[in-house]
């Protein structure tokens, strides 16, 4: 067998786009003596996962929340109930309340949110599956992203999980 | 280029074992009509992750807890202090108080909890790299599992969220 076409060894030898991300965030973290925590819809953990892949990300990584539920964002995370109805749980807002809703419940410097539709059912008129806002909760306020990916459920969400890292790498290198 | 060798083809067409066990699990959730929430230190995300790959799993998932530090694993999840102390975080106890606290947390029929040391650091006196605890929160009771796995830390990480499927899949099933 020729070990190149092995994708098992493939996988463990090349880091992923996520792991080279989650280690750049990692990075810019640690010397910056920030902790993060997340809030995730759509990824259901992606994100975290890729977080915690990188070797003594306890150092500032606090921990998340899966909100798969409304319950979950309203009653865990501070989500408004009204913007939840008025915006839709795919929205800007909501993104941004699960950003600061975790900032809060994790006692954390920076934190991201994330809500999408990550297929392939879930549309609605005028929210398309692979729709998804992230949000970066900073002391200074949120920013936040929409994206619509075309992919699959799991490329859009790993989709989401990237340019999650993406949002807080550009946050922490100051060019955004 | 010959595709057999390209290894985001083999990902994206081959279903992961993690893919596998979701899917099943989630059609016993289903047919059961039992909900199912988690808690996660070790494995990071990486369970609800693996559990939201699926289409339609948020019929029956509700959402998770990443408890990263010991702060979250007591004030979000109940976890006593008393019990992370005298037991230590990577301990049956843990991982069973984090199943019970996700269960209440998100009013889940069903929860699981994992703690553990992915590794490379993190290895104490009688706990080395590769320990974890997989416990079953459900309305009769709490049973758990050990395991001492081998691999890299992302290797570690994806055989503790294999093994808390089988563990549910095997209540679900009635064969444990």
Known sequence: MNASCDSRLVDNRTPSQEATLAQRAGDLLRARRLTLAVAESCTGGGLGDAIT??????DYFLGGVVAYSYEAKERLLGVPHDTIVTQGAVSAEVAGALAEGARRLFGADLA???T????????TPGKP?????????TPRGIRWQRHVWGGSRRQNKRASVRAALQL??????GTV
């Open 53 to 58: 892949d990188i070797a003594g990300s306890s």
């Open 112 to 114: 991201l949110g994330i």
């Open 116 to 123: 999408g539709i990550a297929g392939p059912g879930g549309a």
């Open 129 to 137: 599956v692979g729709l998804v806002y992230i949000a970066l909760a």
């Open 168 to 173: 807080l790498i550009a946050h922490l290198e």
